[in-house]
């Protein structure tokens, strides 16, 4: 089961869809189950949420096999199809129709409270719900967005039948779906909880009560003592956090980085720690042989990495850029420490050379296709690490991937990279 809980699909969706963050976007959940994972979505985007309603019509004998659906504004969407192969005459047909929009109109009531629907014109309309079955009410959804003027409107969900995602390419903009197996029976089977979302939850997300007030546990200023050498540092813990990524920078780079902040703010979106961590002091970072000391400089990671193993309990991953890269793969052959996934971001992993055959953690190394000389060391990197490795190619991206898209499409490859791998593990704390 790829997804914890709806609140887990909506964050690990909203770092798919972060390409739309800062554009003028309406994050539209479909109720109930869509809410929560829209609401993240939102969070995600820093867009409005809302909902679209729409009410499936199901089979009469056979309620969750969907004959078609309804929207608001009197949209209505019929499969002709399924309803003459199961013999549905006008009247069952009417009477199923007259149940749900009963319903539908019940919730339009009880979510907004009295507020309005949100202006779609000229905006772009995200769709969100908790998955994709049959398509019906998603197409449905599709149609009421363009009816309220929408300009662009993205059908976006956690999981789908492969068929059903297929056809909702044809009525929207976009479709975007993180999973979509061949075996899929129903949406539900992809969560390990799908309790039904209540219709106070529902209400209360719409009125702007996320409840992250326990999301946060911690965001502050810390200082890791290394022997006597103090390392600054910025640590954010999150609730039910799948792990922890500990920065290892390179020369220029520090806890600061505006790079570091988008590649941290994207793996927080996805539910995972960080600690952005300087391994040299203000004094060190004037001194290059210090900054080209990538064995000191993993010393220290492995210092910190159990510094922040006992703080937080939570497995490790590395995400190394510059010299930060070797000391990384450095650090994660150390027998104090286990880590559970590396990502090395443009660095120099070839500093690394003398233990690289050693390395057994999942390793990416992520490159930009522009950034010739270090696209030919990772690659003689890549070529003698014997664990589990992959190289990415960003296109376009030159060294500081300041290209447009460049550097949020290596930090969704590697929050993807941190996803996959970042499992419980033991260590030794002595």
Same mark, same amino acid.
């Given at each position: 089961?790829?997804?914890?809980?709806?609140?887990?699909?909506?964050?690990?969706?909203?770092?798919?869809?972060?390409?739309?963050?800062?554009?003028?976007?309406?994050?539209?959940?479909?109720?109930?189950?869509?809410?929560?994972?829209?609401?993240?979505?939102?969070?995600?985007?820093?867009?409005?949420?809302?909902?679209?309603?729409?009410?499936?019509?199901?089979?009469?004998?056979?309620?969750?096999?969907?004959?078609?659906?309804?929207?608001?504004?009197?949209?209505?969407?019929?499969?002709?199809?399924?309803?003459?192969?199961?013999?549905?005459?006008?009247?069952?047909?009417?009477?199923?129709?007259?149940?749900?929009?009963?319903?539908?109109?019940?919730?339009?009531?009880?979510?907004?409270?009295?507020?309005?629907?949100?202006?779609?014109?000229?905006?772009?309309?995200?769709?969100?719900?908790?998955?994709?079955?049959?398509?019906?009410?998603?197409?449905?959804?599709?149609?009421?967005?363009?009816?309220?003027?929408?300009?662009?409107?993205?059908?976006?969900?956690?999981?789908?039948?492969?068929?059903?995602?297929?056809?909702?390419?044809?009525?929207?903009?976009?479709?975007?779906?993180?999973?979509?197996?061949?075996?899929?029976?129903?949406?539900?089977?992809?969560?390990?909880?799908?309790?039904?979302?209540?219709?106070?939850?529902?209400?209360?997300?719409?009125?702007?009560?996320?409840?992250?007030?326990?999301?946060?546990?911690?965001?502050?200023?810390?200082?890791?003592?290394?022997?006597?050498?103090?390392?600054?540092?910025?640590?954010?813990?999150?609730?039910?956090?799948?792990?922890?990524?500990?920065?290892?920078?390179?020369?220029?780079?520090?806890?600061?980085?505006?790079?570091?902040?988008?590649?941290?703010?994207?793996?927080?979106?996805?539910?995972?720690?960080?600690?952005?961590?300087?391994?040299?002091?203000?004094?060190?970072?004037?001194?290059?042989?210090?900054?080209?000391?990538?064995?000191?400089?993993?010393?220290?990671?492995?210092?910190?990495?159990? %510094? *922040? !193993?006992?703080? /937080?309990? =939570?497995?490790? $991953?590395? &995400?190394? +850029? #510059?010299?930060?890269?070797?000391?990384?793969?450095?650090?994660?052959?150390?027998?104090?420490?286990?880590?559970?996934?590396?990502?090395?971001?443009?660095?120099?992993?070839?500093?690394?050379?003398?233990?690289?055959? %050693? *390395? !057994?953690?999942? /390793?990416? =190394?992520?490159? $930009?296709? &522009?950034? +010739? #000389?270090?696209?030919?060391?990772?690659?003689?990197?890549?070529?003698?690490?014997?664990?589990?490795?992959?190289?990415?190619?960003?296109?376009?991206?030159?060294?500081?991937?300041?290209?447009?898209?460049?550097?949020?499409?290596?930090?969704?490859?590697?929050?993807?990279?941190?996803?996959?791998?970042? +499992?419980?593990?033991?260590?030794?704390?002595?």
């Amino acid at each position: 089961m790829p997804f914890t809980d709806r609140r887990d699909a909506g964050r690990r969706l909203g770092a798919r869809l972060v390409r739309w963050r800062g554009s003028d976007v309406v994050v539209l959940g479909l109720p109930r189950g869509g809410v929560p994972v829209a609401a993240e979505v939102a969070r995600a985007l820093g867009a409005p949420l809302d909902v679209l309603l729409v009410r499936k019509l199901g089979l009469p004998f056979q309620p969750e096999l969907a004959l078609g659906a309804i929207g608001e504004g009197g949209l209505r969407l019929v499969n002709p199809v399924l309803v003459g192969r199961f013999g549905i005459s006008e009247a069952e047909l009417a009477a199923v129709e007259a149940a749900e929009r009963s319903e539908l109109d019940r919730r339009a009531a009880r979510f907004r409270s009295g507020r309005t629907r949100t202006p779609l014109a000229g905006r772009t309309a995200i769709v969100v719900d908790d998955g994709v079955a049959t398509g019906s009410s998603a197409r449905v959804a599709v149609a009421a967005a363009r009816a309220a003027g929408a300009a662009w409107v993205v059908v976006a969900v956690p999981v789908g039948a492969r068929q059903a995602v297929e056809a909702l390419r044809e009525d929207a903009d976009d479709v975007v779906c993180l999973e979509c197996p061949a075996a899929f029976t129903a949406v539900g089977q992809w969560y390990e909880d799908f309790t039904q979302t209540p219709d106070d939850e529902v209400a209360r997300l719409l009125a702007g009560e996320s409840g992250d007030q326990d999301l946060v546990t911690g965001d502050e200023e810390v200082t890791v003592f290394v022997g006597a050498v103090p390392l600054g540092g910025r640590l954010t813990v999150l609730e039910r956090a799948a792990g922890i990524v500990v920065f290892a920078h390179g020369s220029g780079s520090g806890r600061y980085s505006p790079r570091a902040r988008t590649a941290a703010e994207r793996l927080h979106r996805a539910g995972i720690a960080t600690l952005l961590v300087d391994l040299l002091t203000p004094s060190e970072e004037s001194d290059r042989a210090r900054v080209f000391a990538v064995e000191l400089l993993a010393s220290r990671l492995v210092e910190v990495t159990r %510094w *922040v !193993r006992a703080r /937080t309990g =939570l497995p490790v $991953g590395y &995400f190394g +850029t #510059g010299t930060g890269a070797a000391a990384a793969l450095l650090a994660a052959t150390d027998y104090r420490v286990e880590v559970a996934a590396v990502v090395a971001r443009g660095g120099r992993p070839d500093l690394a050379a003398k233990r690289l055959g %050693w *390395v !057994r953690t999942p /390793t990416m =190394l992520i490159a $930009g296709a &522009f950034d +010739t #000389g270090a696209l030919e060391l990772n690659r003689k990197a890549h070529a003698q690490l014997r664990g589990e490795a992959h190289l990415a190619v960003v296109p376009g991206a030159t060294h500081l991937f300041e290209e447009p898209g460049a550097l949020e499409g290596a930090a969704t490859l590697a929050t993807d990279w941190f996803r996959s791998h970042l +499992t419980p593990v033991t260590v030794d704390g002595g």
